[in-house]
């Protein structure tokens, strides 16, 4: 037996600022260096991939991205400061989260006999 869970985080407002979502798509971007190339690998849209970024950065009042425009080096996209710090936040997050929820679980199943 295992336990799942999801995590995401949100505005004062309710409104969604990073879950799995647009941590994969950072992600993506980041090892792709492009937005195209992320959307095709998660397989979306490159319009959606770009609304997501574009709905985080307006709720956030920051950008996430930069783009290069194309040429010789044919342009690209990066994460920026503030993408990394959110990415790295998140992940920290999510591990020390993860780390707690699995202790609590495996100590549940140790002292609670679940079918009595």
């Known amino acids: 037996m295992q336990i799942k869970f999801k995590l995401w985080i949100e505005n004062d407002d309710g409104e969604l600022i990073i879950g799995e979502g647009l941590l ?28 997501k970024l574009k709905k985080v950065e307006d709720r956030l009042d920051c950008n996430l991205i930069e783009k290069k425009s194309g040429g010789e080096s044919g342009g690209g996209t990066t994460l920026t400061h503030n993408g990394e710090k959110l990415l790295e936040n998140y992940i920290n997050l999510y591990d020390k989260t993860d780390n707690f929820v699995q202790k609590q679980f495996l100590d549940l199943l140790e002292t609670t006999d679940l079918c009595e």
Not at 31 to 45: Q, W
């Open 24 to 51: 994969k798509l950072l992600l993506a971007i980041k090892e792709t260096g492009s937005i195209s190339k992320a959307s095709k690998k998660l397989d979306m849209s490159y319009r959606t991939a770009w609304g």
